[in-house]
């Protein structure tokens, strides 16, 4: 029963979420990847780092791509996720693998079995660690924040009455992850050493596995431009600028090399979704 009831409550809230998008439904002749994703922006073009990750990879591998910004979940329930040739692919690395193939994507050739053995278990690290102590930030800690970012159009008695339903169910993911088990400073000091194993590893490097960028990059890039520019109040962030600056360099050498148009991006996106 009280399950058949939160699901009720949701379908509600989606329902009045969802109209208050007003992005326009997109189609795309073959030949062209449909990008699905959140409007949702604020100090980044997309405030999903796996969102972020996909689009900067069809940007690094040359694909041409559009993006519908109507919410729309995949078949697991997930976003971002991709069209292409009338075949719909959920999970960002399950859309690269697919694209890789369809493409014949060499960003990775360059490198040896070791350097991709490296650059697999760094993108692990950011998406399967990393990741997670960015939402404990954003759904534990920074609350009314994330409350106004993720449900713009909603009165605030809404807000207050729809968050912490959603609230809860990060929470349980975070508990199911393991990461929502531990202390706030046992979680903060984990994203510190994540955040120093990536500088570390980095060094002067310009890109993450040396002079040219490879498909770790879209991951690496996608979490930490997160950290640099979203989430501006949180411990990843002090500790970027703080301790590990040659990160915030790495950024700024991605968002030039493949995001031109960034401050466009993130303008275009936040008039789906921003407050009326």
Sequence with gaps: MAARLRGTIVRLFLKDAIAGFNAPKITVPNGVVLLHQSPISDGVPMISNFALKLETYLRMADIPYENSFVPKMSSKGKIPWIEYNGKRIPDSNFCIAFLNEEFKVTLDDQLSKTEKAISHAIKTMVEENSYWTMVYYRWVDDTPRTSKLFFPKLSQRKR???????????????????????????????????????????????????QEPTLVDASVFGYLAQVVWQDKHSPQHAAVHSEFNNLIGYCERMKEKYWSDWDEAIAQRKTFHSES
């Design 160 to 210: 207050d009455f729809f968050f912490p339903i959603f609230q809860r169910g990060s929470k349980g993911l975070l508990n199911g992850h393991g990461m929502g088990r531990h202390k706030k400073d046992e979680v903060y000091s984990i994203a510190r050493k994540d955040l120093q194993t990536l500088s570390d590893y980095l060094e002067a490097k310009p890109f993450v596995m040396g």
